[in-house]
């Protein structure tokens, strides 16, 4: 049998989730003939197939995570010693082993003696109710512990408020990437208002616009920071995250070169980007290679927040709701327009006068227009 391994569909990716098989076992397929919608980075790839033929195995279904590298689909063939070079979206190698689908998927384990078999809600589950997986004696297909084993385990036979359901998609994507924060970044938040009242045009383009400057000025803050080999890449373009909240969660596409893109084409581009979120439609390139991100929350709510940092980044620009406030302005009384500004940065990285000194600029910039 042939065995097609599950490419890395984007840049270094983990995992990928499958959003919707075209195919069903039985099928005979055609080079490059859709086979799988897979979901990774917030984008929704296809993958097709690397060779004509008929398949005998689909290694998952729609919601599984796999890993990888690891089998997604094995074809009907003869075992040769010659291996196929590979495709553009991946390798095919031959096999005779019989696999065992918890050998790559996540959520069902390997078979050893000392492996826990438990989807990632089950553990999150043990580790609310404080049970220890290794005393938990398993109830499901193939030795899998239940939520009911965890449960019963911890003496509570009544169910939990609530549902527990693992996270899938965009909201599982975001809860990898804020762990990863959590766990490396040092950040430290300055707040601060800018009077924007004399800007009579695209707030957002101009916001962006001052980044770019304030981040010539400050190049330490549109940086990559290595925490691993205590090294930075100072980067040259200004590529802006600009984080957008949907339904399925979190997405943040990139606007590439800022600095070369006028209040127009940066509103263009931002549209475009929403629209091709709302279809999922938006292409992997678009959601990768931010030097530094804007949340524009205010949009919505809020007035300060302590954004959190995506590494390898060191910093992002949070914009809270702009409101009316009463300023002493050449000595008199004024109803002016003021946004709040929350810059969070990686005290690895950034000193805290790099940090002051871009806010500053952003601030002189947006009440310079």
Avoid at 106 to 126: E, W, Y
Avoid at 203 to 212: G, I, K, P, T, Y
């Amino acid at each position: 049998m042939k065995i097609f391994h599950l490419p890395d569909l984007g840049e270094g990716l983990a995992e990928a989730e499958i959003h919707e098989w075209y195919v069903k076992e039985g099928d005979v397929m055609k080079v490059d003939q859709p086979m799988v919608s897979m979901e990774t980075a917030k984008a929704v790839v296809d993958v097709p197939a690397p060779q004509p033929g008929k398949i005998v195995k689909l290694y998952g279904k729609k919601g599984d995570i796999i890993q990888t590298h690891a089998p997604l689909v094995e074809f009907e063939g003869e075992e040769t010693k010659q291996k196929d070079q590979g495709t553009v979206v991946g390798s095919l190698e031959e096999s005779t082993l019989l696999l065992d689908e918890g050998d790559m998927i996540i959520g069902a384990a390997k078979k050893t003696a000392s492996t826990i078999k438990a989807m990632p809600a089950v553990r999150a589950l043990a580790k609310q109710m404080n049970v220890d997986l290794n005393s938990v004696s398993p109830s499901g297909p193939q030795g899998q512990i239940t939520a009911d084993d965890v449960k019963k385990a911890a003496g509570q036979k009544s169910k939990l408020p609530g549902n527990v359901e693992p996270l899938h998609g965009v909201r599982r994507s975001m809860a990898i990437v804020m762990t990863q924060s959590h766990q490396e970044v040092v950040p430290v938040t300055l707040i601060d208002d800018a009077d924007v009242s004399e800007i009579k045009v695209d707030f957002s383009a101009c916001l962006l616009q001052a980044m770019v400057v304030a981040a010539k000025a400050e190049p330490s803050l549109n940086a990559w920071y290595d925490g691993k080999n205590m090294e930075r890449c100072l980067h040259n373009e200004v590529n802006i995250g600009l984080a957008m909240d949907t339904e399925e969660g979190l997405f943040v596409p990139v606007l590439k070169d800022v600095a070369k893109k006028t209040p127009q084409e940066l509103r263009e581009t931002i549209d475009e980007f929403k629209k091709s979120i709302r279809s999922r439609s938006i292409a992997p390139s678009d959601l990768q290679g931010a030097t530094i991100t804007l949340s524009n929350f205010g949009t919505i709510a809020g007035r300060y927040a302590s954004p959190i940092i995506v590494p390898p980044m060191v910093a992002i620009l949070g914009c809270g709701k702009i409101r009316d406030e009463v300023r002493v302005v050449e000595g008199k009384m004024a109803i002016r327009r003021v946004a709040p500004l929350s810059l969070t940065f990686d005290h690895r990285a950034v000193t805290g006068g790099e940090a002051t000194r871009f806010l500053a600029t952003v601030i002189k910039y947006l009440e310079g227009k």
